[in-house]
């Protein structure tokens, strides 16, 4: 990943962005002394009317692991800065480049080590009932960061009903092969498709989403449509985006950025300040829209929900 550019949000008067103080109070921050609160513990305290945002959608949703002076990344950065290298390495040329990306019809392949494995259309996959809106903090290795309401299931759920066998030890996710429509994957930039992985455990735990949504609406092409993976502890690049596959291994699986660079990127990117990046800090990170660096957070500040699941692992070897 490249080093990040000055984005045009970090130019934009600060009369322009969302009221701090408002989301605040709406979510139950201020005053409540629930900075670092468990999943669950805010629930219902939406909806934000994120106001002076043009046509921006509202931000909604349950907040996760938010800390007192977090608000959500305005509509235009979110859908506007990205990365999704087959649709260019520049963080605005996904947003110009996904335009005409098809995704209806999809299809899902739930395959390996499960009892149940099967194609499934978007429909038969996602259960209506099961959908919520979630605000999380995301950070990405490059050391940028956004707050995100996001919309999807949790992942557990498709797991669930995959049932697993006692051999299924990871979790690994492909993204839609396509260079017709995918122009990236035409060129050597990563070994395509992309792919991630998650040990099971991981991708049981209740914060990890599979996203169909940002701000209360589907996902923006560019954000990953019509189906991404979102897990808020780790490095933005563990969201593998457009996923055609969830497949049940033993083995670790290799994710497109161990291939691409082993020493720079590792499977388990947990966020982590005190191990720095080879070629830059992780201790602080620039929230998009600010000027000021803030500290990072150890598990991007899901210490307390996820810590557990690597305790006894040596978390600087296993980066
Ligand atoms: N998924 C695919 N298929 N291709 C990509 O290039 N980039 C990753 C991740 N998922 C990427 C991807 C990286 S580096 C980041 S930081 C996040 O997507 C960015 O997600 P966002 O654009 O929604 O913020």
């Not at 008067?13 to 009221?19: A, F, L, M, N, R």
């Not at 608000?71 to 005409?100: C, L, M, Q, S």
């Not at 092409?221 to 985006?241: D, E, S, T």
Request: glycine content about 8%; aromatic content about 10%.
């Amino acid at each position: 990943m490249a080093t990040p550019k000055l984005p045009s949000s970090e130019i934009t008067p600060e009369s322009t962005y969302v009221d701090r103080r408002k989301f605040l109070v709406a979510a139950g921050i201020i005053g409540a002394g629930l900075a670092g609160a468990s999943p669950r513990s805010l629930e219902g305290a939406l909806p934000f009317l994120p106001g002076q945002q043009g046509q921006a959608p509202q931000a909604r949703g349950t907040p996760y692991g938010l800390q007192p002076n977090d608000t959500p990344t305005p509509w235009a950065d979110v859908t506007g800065y990205n990365n999704f290298y087959e649709f260019g390495t520049g963080k605005d040329d996904p947003a110009r480049n996904a335009t005409n990306f098809r995704t209806r019809p999809w299809t899902v392949k739930v395959d390996g080590l499960c009892e149940k494995p099967g194609d499934y259309g978007l429909e038969d996959f996602l259960r209506p009932s099961a959908v919520e809106d979630r605000i999380y903090r995301m950070r990405c290795v490059e050391a940028w960061s956004m707050v995100i309401p996001w919309r999807g299931i949790p992942l557990k759920d498709v797991i669930d009903r995959a049932q697993p066998r006692a051999s299924a030890r990871f979790v690994e996710f492909t993204t839609l092969m396509d260079p017709r429509q995918m122009p990236g994957q035409r060129l050597p930039i990563l070994e395509w498709p992309y792919t991630e992985g998650l040990r099971l455990d991981e991708a049981r735990h209740p914060l990890t989403l599979l996203a169909t949504g940002v701000y209360g609406r589907d996902l923006p092409n560019q954000n990953g449509a019509p189906l991404r993976l979102v897990v808020p502890w780790k490095y933005g690049f563990k969201g593998v985006k457009s996923i055609v596959r969830i497949r049940f291994v033993e083995r670790m699986p290799t994710s497109a950025w161990m291939a691409a660079a082993p020493s720079e990127y590792g499977f388990y990117a947990n966020v982590n300040p005190e191990v720095d990046h080879p070629r830059w800090s992780q201790a602080t990170e620039r929230r998009i829209g600010e000027f000021r660096r803030r500290p990072t957070l150890p598990f991007n500040g899901y210490a307390d929900q996820v810590a557990s699941l690597y305790s006894g692992m040596d978390l600087r070897r296993n980066y």
